[in-house]
């Protein structure tokens, strides 16, 4: 049975940074992609960024968060630097066989953590 369990979020001022983790089990992210999705109340769940043999990000966070992934330690990482109050949601770690930024293409999923910016 694969298991994504996020970590590291928490409640932060404007402009600073924090540190997301995925562990991952039942799978090897050697042979898969992983990514990282949001979702704030009231929207739909949407692609942050993601990482298989290249990294890619969505243009609201490009420049500002960066994914990394430790395949020995079965962890994929989101450093989130700069942050703003729009980037409060609710975080979640996404496993796929396929290379995608969408929210169909992925089959495995963790429970989410919340990231809250305030101004």
């Known amino acids: 049975q694969v298991q994504l369990v996020e970590s590291g979020g928490g409640l932060v001022q404007a402009g600073d940074s924090l540190r997301l983790a995925c562990a991952a089990s039942?799978?090897?992210?050697?042979?898969?992609?992983m990514a990282w999705f949001r979702q704030a109340p009231g929207k739909e769940r949407e692609f942050v960024a993601a990482?298989?043999?290249?990294?890619t990000y969505a243009d609201s966070v490009k420049g500002r968060f960066a994914i990394a992934r430790d395949n020995a330690k079965n962890t994929v990482y989101l450093q989130m630097n700069s942050l703003k109050p729009e980037d409060t949601a609710v975080y979640y770690c996404?496993?796929?066989?396929?290379?995608?930024?969408?929210?169909?293409?992925?089959?495995?999923w963790g429970q989410g953590t919340q990231v809250t910016v305030s101004s």
């Open positions: 996404a496993a796929g066989r396929h290379w995608a930024t969408v929210v169909a293409s992925y089959d495995y």
């Open positions: 039942g799978l090897a992210l050697s042979s898969t992609t």
């Open positions: 990482i298989r043999w290249s990294d």
